[in-house]
């Protein structure tokens, strides 16, 4: 009798009864079908056109195949095939051959006999050489990414058919210039390669519409890729590219130029995640400045432009940072650079930040330095992510008397919000005592570390070294001499003479008018650009804030911090009214200002107004920061928890002001911590810096919303620190985890990965059940939310080709045929044991097992003995094992033979001894 499954038979019966000439027997989800040979009653059906057995266990593509002559379409991906079959290359009709995500090594040279081909699909495989393919002059579409290949033979040039050429993920260093007989060559993908150049015959690809190159190593871009005039998209995120030449305005054609990150990366197939492209991924662009790059290719395009029609000058700018815990000496420093023979004396504190212009003669310019030296009174931290700005020069003064600089926090914090800033750590021998600090392990940890000195700030004479050498340090920044459009410099000028604190948007849009600048896009670079270099405050994001131009950061800043700071407000743990701000009358120059000085306040993260009152304002870093007490039922809670490499502070006060409007008791709001309220479902958001980490439970109807709602307000904050690393855990949902109130808890790295693998299932640590990745995702995300999902389940392909997955899937351009979802597999249809056997008794066998082996080697037990004890030991499980099964009445249907072979497959070391004797019977059928 025949092992196919009925609904094999069932389909195969369909198909004739219908007269199709198609036939679809794949599973819906990767693993999920049991086929683990191709039904031999297929071979019978010698009609068929398509053939399509997607996503089972099949190993091998038996001969039998040939008689399927009619075949054009053979799909056969998310299998287990190791070989292609020469056999195979008989069926001369076939037009479509898609064998992806396979275990493929080789490709068979009798493959050119497969002279209509058009579309071969073999990526994620293990193919390392694919010069078999050069002589199928009709492919018109290739995809091999994700394999093994180090070498392009040199006799691609051949396919000159070919539209689409897919080579990412591979470790190709090199480009052979055969490539530029591909004349009909649309789209060519090389992400996540070795590649460091182009060959200039890339020139000739004249029809060339979307080039990929992300994540290779290109320092340059390659002068020929501007002369590819068709070009649509260009794609270069993270390589280590510096400038983009003005030769980029010769690609008329180009609509997209992908620097950075992945959002709108495009690929044939969707890698998006599989490459595991980040945001963060960028390159250190230094010319046209960020600012304008970060606005976008037509941004570019006209910086070009402006320099071409106005000439250049070149900026000696920057911006120097003076930081450090209160009472180090930052204001005496910043005085002390200011002027040299500055005498001591007691200082107060700094309220805020203070903002000084420094100037000093370079190469027949002057340097001007503007030098921000920050209070350094804890409440000002959690600000610091606005004002500690890449492209600067950071001085961290620690007292040596004092011994209370956490080099650590601020090293890091420096690394995180500064990035290549270079760091001076000026270490201040008040009163000439001397402290050792771990130099060497400092400078191993923190690359941007690039002096410490000791010094004391009081002896005048050792003052004029340490100015030189922030002089020299500010020199190198890299954006210095930057050549900039001449309306730039002359409107940077003319802002300095002005002497309002704020101007509106509009009349600093009409200024740049009087400057002669044309493009809206200018107007919004140069903002960002004197904003990055601190010069002003724009923040163009925020659709209140977007509205000011503040011409004096310190003026805003003074504002914020004269709030923050003020007794009674400190004493009312932070609680304050919009009537309070006019009493505390903080600075005549905010009169009338108060709403935007709130506003930017609540842009900070600093503040949030009550929502049931009309002008009640709280901060929560100055809430009690004593965990107030409530209770809390512990079971059927949904855990989580956020780990921190390093933990900036103020993360959880900033998720406090964005979650606001779900505090139903302001009591249970606290300086960690806050309790949520939503939907008949509670919340706890806990942060707990020593310990570097977030934990989250949540209680009540409809948790996986709120914890949707939690996840993206908290990765939302995460990623407004580029580079930020944290990891995300979701809980296990395995049947001895799910009711607990410690659930083992899978890293999300973890999800992703074992999905990029095609691995429906993780492990759980603690009950060793096999638990599905879909199923922990559907756990924690609430598609009703409208939010998007936590793994991207879509790609948008250029010209409007959507691509929509479930999150596990592959994707296919609009050419090829999509595999039907429906299908009568059930997703497991194999009865599984209990945990408590598969995991406890599984683990007694095997001990048992080794128990006896040890006792043989010992010569205890005569191996006779080992035998008889093996049996016995096996029998005694499989009997359990047997009537669990029965009297769960899983069953009823299976004889005793098929129960006794399924407790045997759950067994360790017998189970995989058993699969392997049911494979060759299988295969021998
Ligand atoms: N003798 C001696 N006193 C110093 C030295 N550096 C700073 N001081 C004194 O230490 C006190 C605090 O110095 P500041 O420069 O105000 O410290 P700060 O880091 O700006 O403090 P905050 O603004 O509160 O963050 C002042 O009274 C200084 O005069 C030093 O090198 N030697
Ligand atoms: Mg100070």
Redesign the pocket.
């Known amino acids: 009798m025949s092992d196919t499954p009925q609904w094999v038979l069932d389909k195969i019966a369909e198909v004739k009864a219908q007269g199709s000439t198609e036939l679809d027997l794949s599973a819906p989800e990767i693993d999920g079908g049991d086929l683990t040979i191709i039904p031999p009653e297929v071979f019978e059906l010698d009609f068929l056109t398509s053939l399509e057995i997607c996503r089972h266990k099949i190993q091998f593509i038996p001969s039998e195949i040939a008689q399927l002559e009619n075949l054009t379409t053979f799909h056969l991906s998310g299998n287990k095939i190791k070989k292609i079959p020469v056999i195979l290359c008989h069926l001369s009709n076939l037009q479509e051959l898609y064998l992806y995500d396979n275990q493929i090594t080789e490709i068979p040279v009798t493959i050119k006999q497969l002279s209509h081909i058009n579309i071969i699909d073999l990526h994620n495989n293990n193919i390392n050489d694919f010069s078999n393919l050069s002589e199928l002059i009709s492919l018109r579409q290739l995809y091999l990414g994700m394999n093994r290949i180090n070498l392009i033979p040199p006799s691609i040039g051949k396919l000159k058919g070919l539209v689409v050429l897919e080579l990412l993920i591979n470790n190709i260093a090199v480009i052979p210039s055969e490539i530029c007989h591909l004349k009909s060559l649309e789209i060519l993908s090389l992400d996540s390669n070795l590649l460091s150049e182009l060959p200039e015959a890339i020139k000739d690809l004249s029809k060339l519409m979307q080039l990929t190159l992300s994540r290779n190593r290109i320092k340059e871009i390659p002068a020929c890729i501007f002369q590819l005039k068709e070009l649509r998209l260009l794609s270069l995120s993270s390589n280590e590219i510096s400038q983009i030449p003005k030769d980029i305005c010769k690609l008329e054609k180009l609509e997209k130029l992908i620097l950075k990150g992945s959002t709108n990366v495009v690929y044939p197939r969707d890698y998006s995640w599989r490459i595991n492209v980040s945001k963060n991924d960028e390159n250190p662009i230094e010319i046209p400045p960020p600012e304008v790059v970060d606005q976008g290719l037509e941004s570019i395009r006209n910086y070009y432009k402006q320099i071409r029609e106005e000439g250049i000058t070149k900026l000696y700018e920057a911006k120097l940072l003076i930081v450090?815990?209160?009472?180090?000496?930052?204001?005496?420093?910043a005085n002390k650079i200011l002027d040299q023979h500055y005498e001591?004396?007691?200082?107060?504190?700094?309220h805020g930040i203070d903002i000084h212009e420094y100037i000093f003669p370079y190469q027949d310019h002057d340097f001007r330095v503007n030098i921000w030296?920050?209070?350094?009174?804890e409440i000002y931290h959690a600000t610091h992510r606005f004002f500690l700005t890449e492209r600067s020069v950071y001085i961290l003064?620690a007292d040596e008397r004092k011994e209370d600089t956490d080099f650590d926090y601020w090293l890091n914090i420096i690394q995180l919000l500064g990035k290549k800033s270079p760091v001076i750590v000026l270490l201040?021998?008040?009163?000439g005592r001397k402290r050792k600090i771990n130099e060497s392990a400092l400078r191993g940890q923190f690359p941007n570390l690039k002096e410490i000195i000791s010094l004391?700030?009081?002896k005048s004479e050792e003052i004029p070294k340490l100015v030189n050498k922030i002089q020299a340090y500010l020199q190198t920044l890299d954006h210095i001499g930057d050549p900039l459009p001449k309306t730039w410099t002359n409107l940077r000028t003319f802002l300095e003479t002005d002497g309002r604190n704020h101007i509106t948007l509009q009349e600093y849009i009409d200024l740049c008018d009087d400057f002669g600048f044309k493009e809206n896009t200018d107007k919004l670079s140069l903002s960002q650009y004197l904003h990055d270099l601190g010069i002003v405050l724009h923040f163009q994001d925020d659709p209140l804030l977007n509205k000011t131009v503040i011409l004096s950061p310190e003026w805003a800043t003074d504002a914020v911090y004269q709030i923050l700071d003020h007794p009674e407000i400190i004493e009312n743990y932070g609680t304050f009214s919009r009537k309070d701000l006019q009493l505390i009358s903080i600075n005549t120059a905010f009169d009338n200002m108060h709403d935007e000085v709130l506003q930017l306040m609540i842009k900070f993260k600093l503040c949030y107004r009550i929502t049931e009152t009309a002008n009640i304002y709280i901060s929560p870093q100055l809430l009690n920061p004593q965990q107030p007490k409530y209770g809390w039922r512990k079971s059927n809670n949904l855990i989580a928890e956020y780990r921190y490499d390093f933990m900036p502070k103020g993360i959880v006060s900033q998720f406090i002001v964005e979650m606001n409007r779900l505090i139903k008791d302001q009591n249970l709001v606290w300086r960690s911590g806050i309790i949520l309220h939503k939907d008949n479902t509670d919340a706890e958001v806990i942060e707990n810096l020593a310990q570097r980490k977030i934990t989250i439970r949540v209680r009540g109807d409809h948790k996986q919303n709120l914890l949707t709602v939690i996840f993206h307000e908290l990765d939302k904050i995460h990623d407004s620190y580029h580079g930020l690393q944290v990891d995300k855990l979701i809980p296990c949902n395995c049947t001895e985890c799910k009711p607990k109130p410690n659930p083992e808890l899978f890293p999300f790295a973890d999800i992703k990965w074992a999905i990029s693998k095609h691995q429906p299932t993780l492990q759980c640590r603690r009950s060793f059940e096999l638990v599905k990745v879909q199923g922990l995702i559907d756990e924690i995300y609430d598609p009703s939310t409208n939010l998007p999902p936590p793994i991207p389940n879509t790609e948008f392909l250029g010209d409007e080709r959507i691509i929509i997955k479930d999150s596990t899937v592959n994707i296919t351009p609009k050419a090829v045929t999509e595999p039907k979802p429906e299908s009568p597999i059930s997703n497991d249809a194999t009865p599984k044991l209990p945990v408590v056997l598969t995991s406890s008794f599984a683990m007694g066998y095997l001990f048992a097992l080794v128990a006896v082996v040890i006792l043989v080697a010992a010569s205890v037990l005569h191996p006779i003995s080992l035998a008889i004890a093996l049996i016995g030991i096996t029998m005694l499980y499989v009997l359990i094992g047997v009537f669990t099964l029965r009297a769960a009445d899983q069953t009823k249907d299976e004889s005793m033979v098929q129960l006794v072979t399924i407790v045997l497959q759950q067994l360790p070391v017998l189970g995989n001894v058993v699969s392997a004797i049911r494979g060759i019977a299988n295969k021998g059928n």
């Open positions: 450090g815990e209160a009472g180090a000496g930052k204001t005496t420093l001591l004396q007691p200082e107060d504190t700094t030296d920050f209070g350094g009174q003064v201040n021998e008040k009163l004391d700030l009081s």
